[in-house]
């Protein structure tokens, strides 16, 4: 029986500068750092309050085709990964001190029906999303119900 989401997969342009701008920046911490054959190299990290869950940092290569891995590497130097989700208790104070250390962000803190949002960019351009979460039910959102 599946118990939980253990691993999932951040696309990244340099490892090494992706694990240290979600450790030194965003305050993960740093899992794996293993080279495998044909230098292929599994680097992951995982927030401290949420060990379980550990957060690959990728470059588009093997096991994906050369095309493939190109498409992801152009979307990555367009900006136009997205990547994850994270939950934070205080947005704007959030938005404030990662702006303090540089993250370039692209929509600032807004109120929105789920809480209070901003839209970051990792180092890679993938679009991080900081989600202070408030209690919402269906009625929240102005959307056509059958």
């Given at each position: 029986?599946?118990?939980?989401?253990?691993?999932?997969?951040v696309?990244?342009?340099?490892?090494?500068?992706?694990r240290?701008f979600?450790?030194?920046v965003l305050?993960?911490?740093?899992g794996?750092?293993?080279t495998?054959?044909?230098?292929?190299?599994?680097?992951t990290?995982r927030h401290p309050?949420?060990?379980?869950l550990?957060?690959?940092l990728?470059?588009?290569?093997?096991p994906?085709d050369?095309?493939a891995?190109?498409?992801?590497?152009?979307?990555l130097?367009k900006?136009?990964?997205g990547?994850?989700g994270?939950?934070?208790?205080?947005?704007?104070?959030t938005?404030?001190?990662?702006s303090?250390?540089?993250?370039?962000?692209?929509q600032?803190?807004?109120?929105r029906?789920?809480?209070?949002e901003?839209?970051m960019?990792?180092?890679?351009?993938?679009?991080?999303?900081?989600?202070?979460?408030k209690?919402?039910?269906?009625e929240?959102?102005?959307?056509?119900?059958?």
């Amino acid at each position: 029986m599946i118990t939980n989401i253990s691993l999932v997969t951040v696309y990244c342009l340099d490892q090494d500068k992706a694990r240290d701008f979600y450790v030194d920046v965003l305050g993960f911490e740093a899992g794996a750092d293993i080279t495998m054959g044909e230098g292929f190299r599994w680097v992951t990290v995982r927030h401290p309050s949420q060990p379980e869950l550990q957060v690959t940092l990728m470059t588009p290569g093997p096991p994906l085709d050369p095309d493939a891995a190109d498409f992801i590497r152009r979307q990555l130097e367009k900006g136009a990964m997205g990547g994850l989700g994270l939950s934070v208790d205080d947005c704007r104070k959030t938005f404030e001190e990662l702006s303090a250390k540089g993250v370039v962000f692209l929509q600032e803190p807004a109120d929105r029906p789920y809480g209070v949002e901003a839209v970051m960019r990792d180092n890679s351009g993938n679009w991080l999303v900081l989600v202070e979460e408030k209690q919402w039910t269906p009625e929240n959102f102005d959307y056509p119900r059958d």
